[in-house]
Each structure stands twice: as C-alpha cells, then as structure tokens.
C-alpha cells in the first residue's frame, strides 16, 4: 500500500498563489508517477497535472497551463504543485495521485493510489 498525504491548501483571493505538496509513504516503487486533480462542488474529479518517474514529461490541463506548475523531488517522495494566478474557478478539492511505472498518465483510472485530498477556495 502507498499513502499519500496532502497539504498546502486553503482561502486565497483572487490572483494569489498556492504550493501543494504530496508526500508518499509505504510500498516503495523503482519507479512512479504522479498526478494531481481536482473536484469542484457538483462536478466530476478532472485531470489537473502529470509528471513521469524523472520529472522530466509533464502535462497540464489547458485552463491551468501557463499558472500552474508540477514538480517533484524523488528524494523526499514528493509531488508538488505550484499554482499562481488562482481564480475562483480554481476552487476545488485537490487530490494527488500515484502509480508505478515510467509513463505520465492523465486519466483518473490509470492511478492505483489517492490523497484524501486539500482544499483550495479563492475569493474574488
């Protein structure tokens, strides 16, 4: 089993900026790739961001391209996610994500593993 723990999230005004963090414990895996998606009020959890096992393919939704930015660091096991110019459509609950293997994957069904989710509200 992987656990994932989140955190990061919370009420920031419009065009304010936010780093989450996901940090893996348990199972340990050669390799794993992380993602990050969100779940507004009424609507359907969507894809977010990808990153590979290297850090080095990444994939964004296009309404957070260009503000949002996934990174990680192997060596804590942690998935970050940089979001700047947040706007109240950003408003969600986050969940990362996590699997094995040396892919990106951007569909909620290509994950094995889940956070328990942060929230991010923003004002405007």
């Known amino acids: 089993q992987v656990q994932l723990d989140e955190s990061g999230g919370g009420l920031v005004q419009a065009g304010d900026s936010l780093r989450l963090s996901c940090a893996a414990s348990?199972?340990?895996?050669?390799?794993?790739?992380m993602g990050w998606f969100r779940q507004a009020p009424g609507k359907e959890r969507e894809f977010v961001a990808a990153?590979?096992?290297?850090?080095?393919?990444?994939y964004y939704a296009d309404s957070v391209k260009g503000r949002f930015t996934i990174s990680r660091d192997n060596a804590k096991n942690t998935v970050y996610l940089q979001m700047n110019s947040l706007k109240p459509e950003d408003t969600a609950v986050y969940y990362c994500?996590?699997?094995?293997?040396?892919?990106?994957?951007?569909?909620?069904?290509?994950?094995?593993?889940w956070g328990q989710g942060t929230q991010v509200t923003v004002s405007s």
């Open positions: 990153i590979n096992w290297s850090g080095g393919i990444v």
């Open positions: 994500a996590f699997r094995g293997g040396l892919g990106t994957y951007r569909r909620i069904g290509d994950y094995d593993y």
């Open positions: 348990g199972r340990t895996f050669s390799n794993y790739a």
